[in-house]
């Protein structure tokens, strides 16, 4: 679902044999910065916000700031190297689109 300036989309977890989703609400400011918050997911909790700090007239730094809380037990024991793996591909993967995008243009 997409308006102006949000975003509700589906995020889906591969790692070996264990698939998990997320459904979040992306809000974004434009050439500044995207929140992030959960509606619907195995996780207690979780939110992140990107930054787009503009370095020069063609390039921008961008950081990446995620917080998530498993739920307790077996669950989070299966489920933490799942997001731990996919959060840290996140950026790369959206530098790659970025660069496809922008640069390639």
């Known amino acids: 679902?997409?308006?102006e300036h949000e975003v509700i989309m589906?995020?889906?977890f591969n790692y070996k044999a264990m698939r998990q989703s997320l459904t979040v609400c992306n809000m974004l400011e434009p050439h500044t910065r995207i929140n992030t918050l959960l509606l619907k997911g195995p996780l207690?909790?979780?939110?992140?916000?990107w930054?787009?700090?503009e370095q020069t007239e063609h390039s921008c730094?961008?950081?990446l700031d995620t917080q998530f809380e498993l739920?307790?037990?077996?669950?989070?024991?299966?489920?933490?190297?799942?997001?731990?793996r996919s959060f840290a591909?996140?950026?790369e993967v959206f530098?790659?689109?970025?660069?496809?995008v922008y640069i390639k243009a």
């Open 1 to 3: 679902e997409r308006k």
């Open 89 to 91: 591909k996140l950026m």
């Open 10 to 12: 589906t995020l889906d």
């Open 44 to 49: 207690q909790e979780f939110r992140s916000e």
């Open 71 to 84: 739920p307790r037990g077996l669950l989070a024991f299966t489920l933490k190297p799942l997001f731990k």
């Open 61 to 63: 730094e961008i950081i």
């Open 51 to 53: 930054l787009f700090k």
């Open 95 to 100: 530098c790659a689109r970025a660069e496809q």
